[in-house]
């Protein structure tokens, strides 16, 4: 991200407009222009692309396809294709360029300097060196997939693109998107040995599920009453053996958690816990 002290000064920021076209006749009375590019983005099942399509005033002359890393958006592949076409506009020699995008989202970013993002910042600065140089340049949103022949070949061009690498100039993959992908797969792996082991019985009574339980262990503040209630380790047997509830401390591990389950629903002393709802809380995660 852009720093902010990388922003242009007020004086300094022209106005970028975005002229609405809705239809094939709305394009056509807003084509009078040396160079057209048209751009587009998208992500689909083996890739994010986005891809540049150029015309002059008679028929395509260059296209360009972009391939982004897979964990990129839609949004992302739009802007960069939007960065690309100011760039190819200040390559090519003619006087006025008209830019063409269906993603309102990447154009508005464009034009709000407040946005510090490095294609939308790149972007606008192409547009001033465009204008600097005496050259005319504008964009305009289009309607996608109603068959305006420029954004119909730009959106088969991103197709294309998704399946053939082309240096794009962003950045990794970001820290926090690698943090959430091992995030993810230990706790994956923690609840396939947690459902397959054989130990922790009682535990799972209250918590069937590690992932589930994840969530709500970790609002709780344990105590050694929570602890050995929810481990099966506390002296449950010798409790209900003292007050003639069962007839020995010693009990098959199904009884135990019979027991163990029902002093912890019934038992007074554990009315403050059972506060806490945790075995609803499990069984409605």
């Known amino acids: 991200m852009t720093s902010a002290a990388g922003m242009p ?11 609405r076209l809705v239809d094939q006749d709305d394009v056509e009375m807003h084509s009078a222009f040396d160079i057209r590019i048209f751009t587009d983005g998208s992500k689909i099942n083996h890739g994010v692309g986005a891809a540049l399509s150029v015309w002059n005033s008679e028929a395509e002359i260059k296209t360009r396809k972009l391939v982004l890393p897979s964990f990129c958006t839609v949004y992302q592949a739009e802007l960069l294709a939007l960065c690309v076409a ?17 993603s309102m989202a990447a154009l508005q970013t464009i034009q709000n300097y407040s946005c510090l993002h490095p294609l939308a910042v790149q972007a606008r600065e192409n547009i001033k060196r ?10 305009h949103w289009i309607k996608a997939h109603v068959g305006l022949e420029g954004n119909e070949r730009a959106d088969e061009l991103q197709r294309g693109g998704c399946r053939y690498q082309t240096q794009t100039g962003l ?11 091992y995030s993810c797969g230990t706790l994956d792996e923690w609840n396939r040995r947690y459902n397959s082991g054989e130990t922790a019985s009682i535990t799972k009574l ?3 599920d590690a992932k589930a339980a994840y969530k709500i262990v970790r609002k ?9 209630i929810m481990t099966g380790h506390g002296g449950f047997s010798e409790y209900l053996s003292r007050f003639k509830c069962k007839e020995s401390h010693r009990a098959s591990a199904t009884q135990h958690k019979q027991r163990q389950y029902s002093t912890c629903s019934w038992c007074v002393r554990s009315t403050q ?6 075995s609803k809380e499990c069984s409605t995660t």
């Open 9 to 19: 000064h007020p004086a300094e920021c022209t106005r970028i407009g975005v002229t």
């Open 206 to 208: 209250f918590f069937p």
């Open 171 to 181: 950045r990794p993959m970001p820290d926090c998107i690698h943090q959430a992908w």
């Open 130 to 139: 465009i204008s600097r140089e005496g050259k005319t340049i504008r964009l």
């Open 220 to 228: 709780l503040v344990p105590t050694y009453l929570t602890t050995q």
């Open 273 to 278: 816990w059972r506060g806490l709802n945790l």
């Open 86 to 102: 100011t760039k190819e506009a200040m390559t090519i020699r003619a006087r006025t360029f008209g830019v063409y995008s269906d």
